[in-house]
């Protein structure tokens, strides 16, 4: 069956970087999309961008942009999420989850919790 | 900028009917926009219930149906369990790889 598995916890400090990965299974990578959502503490889901596994083109919403990238390496069919100068406001928890054969959200992982804190 | 709705929150009595809606700032919601539902409790990761506006993911209980009601996007839960207490967050694709979720609604059962 279908399954994202992501990396662990990670504590950063201000300024510093994260690289979340997102390991996927029971599919064929490059025929699904990947997109990145985060939630703060107490706050809904937000969209972080989206990268095309086959083509490696990605899109990233206005907020974020210049301080995230997205890749993905089809040998192992993992799917990463960089974001760099981080503040206490990336605290979140990361998730990445997948389209199907339309793009719609059908599958997520399990998420991974970022804390930046001097 | 594009604002998808939701109902901040909603109750329903156990064995009732609850809809919850998914509405845009600018338009209306159509099934060009690959609406999907997703159900979290605290502390979980979002589940997925239903994609491509009315698709029911696999192993999700038939009482959850997806539809378009007027200009919006609709889940309807028939025959409320007090499991059913929790998050619900629409998402939309609006192309070129852009995503919105709505804000979410808390389902309350009581």
């Known amino acids: 069956q279908v399954q994202l598995v992501q990396s662990g916890a990670e504590v950063k400090k201000p300024g510093a970087s994260v690289k979340v990965s997102c390991k996927a299974s029971?599919?064929?990578?490059?025929?699904?999309?990947i997109i990145w959502v985060r939630q703060a503490p107490g706050q809904g889901l937000e969209w972080m961008g989206w990268?095309?596994?086959?083509?490696?083109?990605?899109k990233y919403p206005q907020k974020v942009q210049g301080r995230v990238t997205m890749t993905r390496d089809t040998s192992t069919n993992t799917a990463y999420m960089e974001l760099r100068s981080l503040t206490s406001d990336d605290t979140a928890v990361y998730y990445c989850?997948?389209?199907?054969?339309?793009?719609?959200?059908?599958?997520w992982g399990q998420g991974t919790l970022v804390t930046v804190s001097s | 900028q594009t604002v998808v709705t939701q109902e901040p929150s909603l109750s329903v009595s156990p064995g009732g009917t609850v809809t919850l809606t998914c509405g845009l700032n600018?338009?209306?919601?159509?099934?060009?926009?690959?609406v999907s539902w997703h159900q979290q409790s605290p502390g979980q990761a979002p589940r997925t219930l239903i994609y491509?506006?009315?698709t029911r993911s696999s192993g999700v209980p038939n009482r959850f149906s997806g539809s378009i009601l007027g200009n919006k996007a609709a889940l309807t839960i028939t025959g409320a369990q007090a499991a059913d207490e929790s998050y619900y967050y629409c998402?939309?694709?609006?192309?070129?790889?852009?995503?919105?979720f709505g804000g979410g609604t808390k389902l309350t059962v009581l």
């Open positions: 989850a997948k389209d199907g054969s339309e793009p719609t959200v059908d599958s």
């Open positions: 029971g599919y064929t990578f490059t025929s699904y999309n």
């Open positions: 990268i095309n596994t086959y083509t490696a083109d990605t």
């Open positions: 600018s338009g209306s919601v159509t099934t060009n926009y690959y």
């Open positions: 491509s506006t009315n």
């Open positions: 998402v939309l694709y609006m192309g070129r790889g852009i995503w919105v």
